[in-house]
Nanobody, 120 residues
Framework: HVQLVESGGGLVQPGGSLRLSCAASGYAYSRYCMGWFRQAPGKEREGVAAIDSDGSTSYADSVKGRFTISKDNANHTLYLQMNSLKPEDTATYYC???????????????WGKGTQVTVS
């Protein structure tokens, strides 16, 4: 079965950096679109970044120029490099996967359990 496990979250000061990882297993990883989403307390979940099977990427306007999504097909790992972090980036970050090219839409079929990022 599909399993997604996020790691790399933590507490960082404003202006700092973090790199999130998502270890994937149980499916044909290279063929899937993958994305990062986040949800802050009291707010709706929002799309952050996505990468399609062909490597094309999309980003939320709020993170463009600061965050970079990438994936390692050999190691079945998705990454989110987050630079110039702001307090408003504080949220639980989730990775997601789907065979469909969904971009930042919320209808991914597979989700991880999330990793907490706190910028303070």
């Amino acid at each position: 079965h599909v399993q997604l496990v996020e790691s790399g979250g933590g507490l960082v000061q404003p202006g700092g950096s973090l790199r999130l990882s998502c270890a994937a297993s149980g499916y044909a990883y290279s063929r899937y679109c993958m994305g990062w989403f986040r949800q802050a307390p009291g707010k709706e979940r929002e799309g952050v970044a996505a990468i399609d099977s062909d490597g094309s990427t999309s980003y939320a306007d709020s993170v463009k120029g600061r965050f970079t999504i990438s994936k390692d097909n050999a190691n079945h790992t998705l990454y989110l490099q987050m630079n110039s972090l702001k307090p408003e980036d504080t949220a639980t970050y989730y990775c997601a996967a789907d065979i469909r090219p969904l971009g930042l839409r919320q209808t991914y079929g597979y989700w991880g359990k999330g990793t907490q990022v706190t910028v303070s």
